[in-house]
């Protein structure tokens, strides 16, 4: 059964924890991405959350319903950084560049949460207003609401998935990282034109390239397509 959430006005602590802090909502979520970064999912339990807060673990579920709500909350904070401090410049296809790119680099600044979090939906208000703003973007480019919304599908789902698909990898341990790194240089690269000659035609552009996100160029892509398709609208 769900714990029962204490109101925003009985939460708080009538003295600091141990470590002199006043507990917040956002303090828990900052002490929780930390612990992500630091120990990975499985080290994030509420007891030592609790731990890390100077505080019992039960106070946890003072502030949330349980370990999920706090991974949403962790979600939406992550939107949250993203749209820290952005403002349109009137240019859509810009804006909708730095948005896309501001998402992913919020991601890949805390993987052990993006890998947790990426494929949630929490409906909770960064993330709503994120999705706001975007279809937003959209729809006073002159998109119709059905494009609209079907790029807006297209844009979010791309920059979680590679959000996702990078920060797995900039989580793996730094020696798998750095082998998986080297077989494009080692293996790829001395393949034989004989029997594979794209390959072999390619390889320094593969190895020049594999090692980075794709993120960036497939944002273009995808922004080059909607242009497009509202070129057509136009004409």
Known sequence: MAKRVV?????????????????????????????????????????????????????????????DDLILA???????HAMADWRPTGDWRADLRDLGLRIHHAYLAHPQAAVLTASRVTGRPNEVASDETILGVLRGAGFPDADAVRIYHAFIDQSLAFAI????????????????EEVWRDTYARLPAETHPNIAATAPLLVARMNDSAYPTALDMLLSSAAAQLRAVDA
Do not use: C, N
């Not at 006005?9 to 900052?30: A, C, F, N, Y």
């Not at 007891?47 to 946890?60: F, I, M, N």
């Not at 990078?166 to 020696?175: E, I």
């Open 7 to 67: 109101p925003e006005s009985d939460r708080r602590r009538r003295r600091p924890t141990k470590q002199g802090q006043v507990l917040t909502h956002g303090l828990i979520v900052e002490t929780a991405l930390r612990m992500l970064r630091e120990h990975g999912a499985d080290g994030l339990t509420a007891r030592r959350l609790g731990l890390a807060l100077g505080a019992d673990a039960s106070t946890v579920y003072r502030y949330f319903r349980g370990m």
């Open 74 to 80: 962790i979600a939406d904070e992550l939107f949250g």
């Open 165 to 180: 698909l990078d920060a797995a990898t900039l989580a793996l341990p730094k020696t798998a990282r750095e082998a998986d």
